[in-house]
């Protein structure tokens, strides 16, 4: 599918878009909507990212666990003057329901897309449910990017009106198995019609080299904007459980050992003797140490030539990405002037 | 096969309720070969259920009758007279044999003790695991003889997803990822190059999605007309 961009070379003129297409070293960031119905968690949450980030993912029921639907987040994260990239799982929409949210996005403001296949609903909170997959994520990067380029529904019926305009992002997994065919199954992404990738949590830097150095001998770098997903870990049994228990997440013993060096000093006490005020000192201590190797990957990660940029996930944490853009050296954020309207019409 | 399994006793008590006259019905084919519902399941329900009621200080009469297949009607012609005897029948058929019955006997009171479960086989003793989910547009030949449909958590046409590791599924460590299957064979195969096209959305209308489904063979209906 050959994109046609607006005639001042945007797809979309999304910020996320110009910042990328300027060659800066771009920044997203995660938002977690809450279990609940409540706009004032979005509203304190984007306080805490706007101005550290070049947009914001809001994740889309992540771990099959129910929370306000992504565009309801993004319209209010809109407001907040932050720009969302709107997620959209495979597995709680058919092709009808996907086209007609993201229809309904575009028209409020929307202008990222994540496309996922979803993490199964037996993780989540309604594991009996039933799951859609009536597309997986690969047909839906390459329908959101048709509904741009060619601007049909999937049917290959035309809009009436407007089409939705998407800059179209997808993940990649470079370390789930079958190991080998993670830059493949990239390709075939970039060939459905992404624009953009974000990874999965990096950690073990050298496999990341290994990965990015069989993607631009493919030249899938130059095709794509890659942004290695990297997070703070909290604590050292959230690093083990990464490490043991999340597929596809590789975490160099290294870090497990700095996290619990950061705990030493209260390694000793035994655990019913911990006050409560231990407990908060060595909590803040794992996290600062968390937040110090976050830096040190990016600042790695950075020099890994065809990384475009980095997308922090520090879920439930949101409070960290100021530092850990900061201590990156990455603040402030670039501005890139936004394309005018006449440049924004397309032919 | 159709693999089934045997709802609990107590289950089978409840859907037979007050009845007093009751005939189990067992099924020669595939819930034979799965231990479900066979000859001598068929026996073992009956015995059981006549202990049960009798223990409850209800006795019901239970007798039980195997045919060679429950899904065709002239299998089931042969026990009519023992199903229209009954107060209820209790089918250890799969869902079709069920159906088969009810459509069968208009008048009869038929419930299942069978939950039909899947199209698979037995991969070793006492143990089957499904294949294929009728999708009714076969895509064997493109994934190595492996189904995604049925085998894939998620029924992915462009798999694996990120959640594959050590060649099992995120779902549970006890499901193979279909998908590494199907890499490791068209990679033993030397057929990779399958991989790298882009499956396109299915046509769901051809499962169950389109409806409830029918095939009707025009040369086999000739010959009927022309007899
Ligand atoms: S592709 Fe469809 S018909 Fe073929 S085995 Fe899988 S579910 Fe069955
Ligand atoms: S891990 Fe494998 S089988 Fe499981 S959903 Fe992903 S691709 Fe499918």
Redesign the pocket.
């Given at each position: 599918m050959a994109a046609q961009p607006y005639s001042n070379g945007y797809l979309v003129g999304s910020n996320l878009e110009r910042v990328l297409r300027a060659g800066h070293f771009a920044v997203t960031a995660e938002l977690g909507p809450p279990q609940s119905a409540d706009a004032e968690v979005i509203r304190k949450k984007a306080a805490l990212l706007k101005g550290c980030c070049d947009a914001v993912n809001i994740t889309d029921n992540q771990t099959a666990i129910v929370r306000m639907s992504s565009i309801g987040a993004g319209t209010i994260v809109v407001q907040e003057g932050l720009e969302p990239v709107i997620q959209m799982t495979c597995r709680d929409r058919n092709r009808l329901a996907i086209q007609s949210d993201l229809l309904g996005a575009y028209a409020l403001g929307m202008r990222n897309l994540l496309c996922l296949s979803g993490d199964h609903q037996n993780f989540g909170n309604h594991p009996t449910a039933k799951n859609v997959f009536d597309m997986d994520s690969i047909q839906l990067v390459q329908m959101v990017a048709a509904m741009r380029d060619a601007r049909v529904f999937q049917c290959g019926e035309p809009f009436k009106g407007p089409e939705p305009r998407f800059f179209v992002g997808a993940a990649a997994a470079p370390f789930a198995d079958p190991v080998e065919f993670r830059p493949y199954r990239l390709a075939k992404k970039i060939k459905a019609g992404a624009n953009f990738i974000q990874t999965q949590l990096i950690y073990d830097i050298p496999a990341f080299k290994t990965f990015m150095e069989k993607v631009r001998q493919m030249g899938l770098h130059e095709q794509v904007y890659i942004l290695a997903g990297v997070g703070p870990l909290k604590s050292p049994a959230m690093a083990r459980y990464m490490k043991d228990s999340v597929p596809g997440l590789w975490v160099p013993d290294e870090f497990i050992a700095r996290m619990e060096a950061a705990g030493a000093p209260w390694a000793d006490i035994p655990k019913d003797q911990l006050s409560k005020e231990d407990k908060k000192a060595r909590a803040d201590a794992w996290k600062q140490e968390g937040i110090r190797i976050c830096i040190e990957l990016i600042q790695q990660i950075r020099e890994i030539e065809g990384v475009a940029g980095v997308h922090i996930m520090a879920i439930e944490w949101e409070e960290a990405v100021r530092p850990i853009v900061e201590g990156a050296g990455l603040l402030p954020r670039p501005s890139v002037s936004a394309p005018t309207a006449q440049e924004a019409s397309h032919d | 096969m159709i693999v089934a399994e045997q709802k609990s006793l107590d289950e089978m008590k409840t859907l037979i309720g007050e009845a007093h006259n009751v005939l189990v019905v067992g099924c020669g084919t595939c819930v034979t070969v799965c231990f479900a519902g066979g000859s001598r399941e068929a026996a073992i329900v009956a015995a059981s259920l006549r202990m049960a009621t009798k223990l409850d200080g209800d006795a019901a009469a239970v007798s039980d009758v195997t045919v060679q297949r429950q899904c065709e009607w002239e299998y089931l012609d042969e026990i009519a007279e023992q199903i229209k005897a009954a107060d209820v029948v209790l089918s250890l058929g799969c869902g079709i044999g069920v159906q088969a019955i009810a459509e069968h006997f208009p008048q009869t009171w038929v419930v299942p003790g069978l939950n039909t479960s899947f199209?698979g086989l037995p991969t070793e003793q006492g143990i089957w695991a499904e294949?294929?989910?009728?999708?009714?547009?076969?895509?064997?030949g493109r994934?190595g003889g492996i189904?995604?449909?049925?085998?894939c958590s998620k029924s992915l046409l462009n798999g694996p997803c990120g959640g594959s590791e050590d060649g099992h599924c995120e779902v549970n460590p006890d499901i193979p990822c279909a998908w590494q299957l199907i890499y490791d064979r068209l990679s033993s195969l030397g057929r990779l190059d399958l991989l790298l096209d882009i499956q396109p959305p299915k046509n769901w209308k051809a499962?169950r999605d389109g409806g409830p489904r029918k095939i009707v063979r025009e040369d086999l209906r000739l010959a009927v007309e022309e007899e």
């Open positions: - | 199209m294949r294929c989910a009728a999708c009714g547009d076969c895509l064997l994934t189904c995604p449909i049925a085998r499962a």
